[in-house]
Structures are given as C-alpha cells and as structure tokens.
C-alpha cells in the first residue's frame, strides 16, 4: 500500500519520465475499425491521426499517429 506521499512521488516521476508528443508510424491496418481502436487505445486527439483509405475498398490502410 503507498501513501499519499510515495503516491505523489512516484507520480511526479512518471511524468519526468514522459516523452514530448511526436509522430509514431502505427503500421498497415486491414480495417478502418482497428485504426480507431489503437487511436483510442492511445489518448490520440483531434488532428493527431493520419490514415490513408484504398480509395478501391482493398488493401491495407497505412497510418500515422501523434501521441
């Protein structure tokens, strides 16, 4: 069990440890659904997700995302 304390301080050095946003190649997604899973998944925000659709309807969908 932690205190207050330890809980603030262990707080205060996982958001030291955080990394400033950047853009992340996420990879090739085979569905529309699974790329709003991982964004979700993530924390992405408005603006911070890239994705090319097959303009066919096939095929895979490459896709960016800032986090």
């Known amino acids: ?3 207050a304390q330890e809980g603030i301080k ?16 996420m990879g090739n997604y085979g ?3 699974d790329v709003v ?3 979700n998944s993530r924390g992405v925000g408005v603006g911070g997700l890239v994705t090319i659709p097959n303009a066919s309807g096939g ?4 896709t960016f995302m800032y986090y």
């Open 59 to 62: 095929g895979l969908i490459p």
């Open 37 to 39: 899973n991982v964004a």
């Open 10 to 25: 262990l707080a205060t050095a996982c958001k030291a440890k955080k990394s400033d946003p950047s853009w992340h190649w």
């Open 1 to 3: 069990m932690l205190t």
């Open 31 to 33: 569905s529309v659904y």
